[in-house]
């Protein structure tokens, strides 16, 4: 994939039954960088929602300071979530 789109766009992430606003780091056709104050544990299941993109799902796979990297299965799916975001993100304030 093309080189990663950076922005911190608030999305919804939701959790083991919560919900939180975290900011976009980074996306890609892989996965994402999400800043979070309460990450959840490493290898849950999530939910990611952009206001734009719409949502997808994926497992947490890295957790460090204020941030956790989530993966995607990378399906089809999983690039045009990424690259709807990327669009979204490039074309809205």
Not at 5 to 32: F, H, K, N, T, Y
Request: proline share 3%; net charge positive; with cysteine.
């Amino acid at each position: 994939m093309a080189s990663r789109w950076r922005r911190r766009r608030v999305c919804e992430l939701r959790a083991e039954g919560m919900a939180q606003m975290v900011a976009l780091r980074d996306i890609s056709g892989s996965g994402a960088r999400l800043d979070t104050r309460h990450p959840p544990a490493l290898g849950a299941q999530v939910e990611l929602r952009h206001p734009h993109a719409g949502s997808i799902i994926a497992r947490v796979s890295e957790i460090g300071e204020g941030e956790i990297r989530i993966s995607f299965d990378r399906q089809e799916g999983s690039v045009a979530f990424a690259l709807g975001a990327i669009a979204a993100d490039m074309t809205r304030d």
